[in-house]
T-cell receptor, first 113, second 109 residues
Framework: DAGVIQSPRHEVTEMGQEVTLRCKPISGHDYLFWYRQTMMRGLELLIYFNNNVPIDDSGMPEDRFSAKMPNASFSTLKIQPSEPRDSAVYFC???????????FGDGTRLSIL | QKEVEQDPGPLSVPEGAIVSLNCTYSNSAFQYFMWYRQYSRKGPELLMYTYSSGNKEDGRFTAQVDKSSKYISLFIRDSQPSDSATYLCAKSGYNKLIFGAGTRLAVHP
């Protein structure tokens, strides 16, 4: 079975540019989570969706960040405009239930110059 | 205080050693507990999943939960260099998981 698929795996761009990260969850999973991981702050939950509806976006750092889930098999995390402090690894995860084990993608390593 | 506390290490042990990784938590609600393993440049992968207090064993790995002291542990027997990774503990929350900071483990031959 295919796991959670994220693209791109690496992204290097200049400050001020728009960045779009993509995620395809495991088929049949009703919950989708976006995380950010840094050495300083560890794994931080940014936002999660249930049945394509955003439930909790309290972890989204600023209005520059937005996430959408137009259908059950696709989600995006967008940063506009990007800043160097946004450099991190961004993970997408999905699960059957919100408090059950989550399955992670391999992440997008984002570098903002 | 963070809801899940975990010593970030790093922890360095010789091959064959018994490794003990530990976390404490502060909120007793929603008590599913998990251990994830994360290799460099990869996503976290589920290693162990438990609900009740006591021990759960899977091969060389044992997860232990002590709800009275709010303490969760992962033991690795006969550690191997391939066990070198970051280990994250997690507990269930309100429709989401709360992760510890992760402990970096290095097993040297």
């Amino acid at each position: 079975d295919a796991g959670v698929i994220q693209s791109p795996r690496h992204e290097v761009t200049e400050m001020g540019q728009e960045v779009t990260l993509r995620c395809k969850p495991i088929s049949g999973h009703d919950y989708l989570f976006w995380y950010r991981q840094t050495m300083m702050r560890g794994l931080e939950l940014l936002i999660y969706f249930n049945n394509n509806v955003p439930i909790d976006d309290s972890g989204m750092p600023e209005d520059r960040f937005s996430a959408k889930m137009p259908n059950a098999s696709f989600s995006t995390l967008k940063i506009q405009p990007s800043e160097p402090r946004d450099s991190a690894v961004y993970f997408c995860a999905s699960s059957n239930m919100g408090d059950q084990p989550q399955h992670f993608g391999d992440g997008t390593r984002l570098s903002i110059l | 205080q963070k809801e899940v506390e975990q010593d970030p290490g790093p922890l360095s042990v010789p091959e064959g050693a018994i490794v003990s990784l530990n976390c404490t938590y502060s909120n007793s609600a929603f008590q599913y507990f998990m251990w994830y393993r994360q290799y460099s440049r990869k996503g976290p992968e589920l290693l162990m999943y438990t609900y009740s207090s006591g021990n759960k064993e899977d091969g060389r790995f044992t997860a232990q939960v002590d709800k009275s002291s709010k303490y969760i542990s992962l033991f690795i027997r006969d550690s191997q260099p391939s066990d070198s990774a970051t280990y994250l503990c997690a507990k269930s929350g309100y429709n989401k998981l709360i992760f510890g900071a992760g402990t970096r483990l290095a097993v040297h031959p």
